[in-house]
């Protein structure tokens, strides 16, 4: 337990907590990037990155080739671990996890699995309306937004061999690890409104840091 001042370890607290929550919300950030969002010194965003990194909440990689700017010594990200997930948000998933279990207590595995596909229409609608509404955007694109609409924090990387979808959040990680229907689902989901056999790469709720999903080129804008 720290001899500070509890005066003193309440700010400290909260801005953890704020710092998780960006993270998690924003997937892999730089500490030079935490500190521009906070307003705090490198060296206060380094003592609040150590603390969470010790306390097993954060995960520490260097910055990928692909992303780094300049020579030089690549940059840290941090990531939230499994670990750090669930006591964020261990309140909701309990009671979440316990609503679907009594779901499938009275209806079955098809009344789980109804349950989560009427949990993504509203993503299916705000896709349809991201097209509609943006004739430049690629299915991929237009996806992205809407699921960061719910959420997910998503992104799209573009590969020679097509798209790469990245969830950077999952704002239901304990639910998707307890029922595998739900990313069974959102896997088909993609594959029906992208019109091809998307491949899951990676996913929160087995412990990866992204969720990730590859996308082949036919599914480009041009190739629709």
């Avoid at 430049?136 to 790469?164: H, K, R, W």
């Avoid at 929160?204 to 480009?220: E, F, K, L, N, Y």
Wanted: net charge neutral.
């Amino acid at each position: 337990m720290s001899d500070a001042p509890v005066s003193d370890r309440v700010p400290d607290a909260t801005t953890r907590y704020r710092v998780m929550k960006f993270v998690i919300d924003h997937g892999w950030s730089t500490s030079a990037r935490l500190a521009a969002e906070f307003g705090l010194t490198p060296a206060a965003i380094r003592r609040h990155l150590s603390h969470l990194e010790d306390t097993g909440m954060l995960a520490v990689r260097s910055r990928p080739v692909s992303l780094r700017k300049g020579a030089g010594r690549p940059a840290k990200e941090y990531s939230a671990t499994p670990q750090g997930r669930q006591v964020f948000s261990q309140g909701y998933d309990g009671l979440a996890i316990a609503a679907v279990e009594s779901l499938r207590s009275v209806g079955g595995d098809q009344a789980v699995r109804q349950f989560f596909e009427d949990r993504f229409a509203d993503i299916e609608a705000r896709f349809a309306q991201f097209l509609a509404g943006d004739p430049d955007l690629t299915q991929a694109e237009a996806l992205s937004l809407a699921l960061t609409e719910d959420g997910f924090a998503s992104g799209v990387l573009p590969l020679a061999s097509g798209e790469q979808l990245c969830q950077y959040n999952c704002p239901y990680p304990a639910v998707a690890a307890r029922f595998p229907e739900l990313c069974a689902v959102e896997t088909t989901l993609f594959s029906r409104l992208l019109h091809s056999h998307v491949q899951r790469l990676a996913t929160i709720a087995h412990g990866d840091g992204v969720c990730t999903t590859h996308i082949p080129s036919a599914t480009r804008k041009e190739d629709r």
